[in-house]
């Protein structure tokens, strides 16, 4: 017979292995690698180096990331949901609505320790998630789970599309005739999106005429994050808030000897 917590545990390990999707087929995507670095003389004697997207990030990572989403959120609301069950033995139609993990990124402490999940659990089980803190400013051990309730929402609406980014200000080493070029302007910063076209750095080669061949070597791939606001939401990001959901469970074991 399962265990109260086992369906919550069934959720969060889903996640972890959508996440261990994610990253190996994010890495074989990058090996190839998608995109490249051209480099071409302007009229003023500079050379400009742009950013080409060869192949495009796969839909389906975004599909990818909207599954380990949902997981993570879906374990905090089926936790929320035993707790309950814990303590009234049934749960009632006109109660079961109401119940579910309480965080949010617009969440303060006074609607945390007002929401409705306190006033069916009992003094054990809130003693635990008043510790936990699990709201916007609560804990850092808990900072990433606020988020998780609106990228649910915005997930069962909208597919959360990657984009590329810079990944840091060294991420490209550029030599001309065998010389590494040491005057160089990077035309953008770590974290910004870096689309087809985009322009990343500027330099001026010495002698430098249009043939002139610029080698480009990369240090570092730019990341891929996913969502609207670009260098947010990446592997990094969701895999730190499955270890937070799995220790925000592994904090209510006791209670279920």
């Not at 069934?10 to 261990?20: G, L, M, S, V």
């Not at 993570?72 to 035993?82: G, I, V």
Request: with cysteine; charged share 25%; aromatic share 10%.
């Amino acid at each position: 017979m399962p265990k109260p917590l086992d369906s919550p545990w069934a959720k969060a390990d889903r996640a972890f292995e959508h996440a261990k999707a994610l990253e190996s087929a994010t890495q074989a995507f990058l090996d190839q690698p998608p995109y490249d670095v051209a480099v071409e003389q302007q009229p003023d004697g500079w050379h400009i180096a742009s950013f080409r997207v060869r192949e495009g990030i796969p839909i389906r990572f975004g599909a990818i990331v909207g599954d380990i989403i949902e997981n993570l959120r879906a374990a905090l609301d089926h936790l929320a949901w035993q707790l309950a069950l814990r303590h009234l033995g049934t749960i009632p139609e006109k109660t079961a609505k109401g119940i579910y993990f309480p965080t949010r990124y617009e969440m303060t402490e006074a609607k945390f320790l007002a929401h409705n999940l306190f006033k069916v659990i009992d003094a054990d089980a809130a003693g635990v998630l008043k510790r936990l803190k699990p709201y916007s400013g609560g804990s850092r051990a808990t900072d990433h789970l606020p988020l998780l309730a609106g990228l649910a929402n915005y997930d069962k609406h909208r597919l959360l599309f990657g984009s590329f980014v810079s990944q840091s200000p060294g991420a490209f080493v550029f030599r001309a005739d065998g010389r590494t070029l040491g005057k160089f302007h990077y035309t953008i910063g770590p974290g910004d999106p870096v689309g087809d076209g985009e322009k990343i750095a500027r330099m001026h080669v010495p002698g430098g005429t249009p043939e002139t061949v610029i080698d480009v070597e990369q240090k570092s791939p730019p990341r891929i994050t996913y969502g609207e606001t670009a260098g947010h939401i990446d592997s990094a990001f969701l895999m730190h808030c499955g270890v937070q959901v799995a220790d925000v469970l592994r904090a209510f074991e006791p209670l279920f000897p």
